[in-house]
């Protein structure tokens, strides 16, 4: 008698209702699969990947579709983004597949769940541009972006709220006496770079900053550099909001270089609290954008509508870092 047979026996059961029952039939009730689960456990059995993915038409295995056009998946944030998928995925039996994304198009990223080779797609680091959504919506593909949204559109999403931390780190500069503000944007094809700076815009207004012009950046060390290269020293505001902490380490290394103190002449603050945030003197003050946490969020999402259950988008909140660049 087979291992699957033996727990039929012990449950009272056939062996295709073993294999439904542990597989996550919803045609198999509540009191069965408990039933089913007890004898397994108490034999020792573990349904085999095959037989469990044959009898739910699943393959238990999500993609997380990663952007090949510049160097993310180097970088520290693809790591932690995909540690925290891992962690999720593995609670509920699933594993995670990296699909690298040069060019594909909504019928190629289709192809990969209608095919069963994938359930479903972690969408990280996609662009406000990006046309692909409505078609895979339309192909009821299961996806889920990370941080990024689409408005008015009912796309599920997981990512960072930033007011709450920008809010802190406004009533915290009011406190030290800081009276005017200016921003450091990122690439305006990125969601979180322009919501990060309509928060600031609105958060300054609320808390009484002057708003001195904005920098525009592209996220790089390079782009701080070349910003601090052009401040006028006479007409500096009393902090700089950078929407990621790799604009703040290069803006403090660039104002280091023409005499500029931080935080005695200026008090500047970054975004994400990255390994760069602490790796530098002075150690930079930061907004945290909780990269596994958002991640596994997204995973827990996508399984949800993968299989069936309630599957909600979620802002997970951001959290103001003292440090000593402010």
């Known amino acids: 008698m087979s291992t699957r047979e033996r727990v039929a026996a012990e449950a009272g059961v056939s062996p295709s209702t073993v294999s439904r029952a542990l597989s996550g039939s919803p045609l198999i009730p509540e009191s069965t699969r408990k039933k089913v689960e007890a004898a397994a456990q108490k034999i020792g059995y573990i349904p085999s990947l095959i037989g469990r993915s044959h009898y739910s038409g699943r393959s238990y295995r999500l993609g997380v579709v990663v952007p090949m056009n510049n160097r993310m998946a180097a970088s520290e944030y693809f790591s932690r983004m995909v540690y925290g998928m891992i962690a999720a995925a593995e609670k509920r039996g699933y594993s995670i597949n990296v699909i690298a994304d040069n060019g594909l198009t909504a019928e190629d990223l289709s192809a990969r769940v209608k095919s069963k080779q994938v359930d479903g797609l972690l969408m990280l680091n996609t662009r406000i541009s990006d046309k692909r959504f409505g078609k895979m919506h339309k192909d009821v593909i299961p996806f889920v972006l990370i941080h990024n949204y689409v408005p008015n559109r009912p796309y599920l999403y997981a990512g960072c709220d930033s007011r709450p931390g920008m809010s802190e780190a406004f009533r915290y500069l009011k406190t030290k006496g800081c009276r005017s503000a200016a921003f450091v944007s990122g690439s305006n094809d990125f969601r979180d770079a322009v919501d990060r700076e309509s928060i600031f815009n609105a958060l300054a207004s609320e808390y009484g900053f ?3 012009p904005s920098y525009q ?110």
């Open 210 to 212: 002057k708003v001195l």
């Open 217 to 326: 950046g592209d996220f790089s060390r390079t782009s701080g550099n070349r910003i601090a290269a052009q401040m006028n020293v006479m007409k500096m505001a009393d902090a700089v909001f950078c929407a990621n902490d790799r604009m703040a380490f290069g803006l403090i290394e660039g104002l280091k270089l023409r005499d500029i103190n931080v935080p005695k002449d200026l008090s500047i603050i970054g975004f994400d609290d990255q390994s760069a945030a602490t790796l530098m003197s002075p150690k930079i003050t930061t907004i945290e954008n909780p990269f596994e946490e958002i991640s596994s969020t997204a995973t827990e999402i996508l399984i949800n509508a993968i299989e069936g259950k309630e599957a909600k988008s979620v802002m997970v909140s951001s959290r103001f870092l003292q440090r000593e660049s402010a």
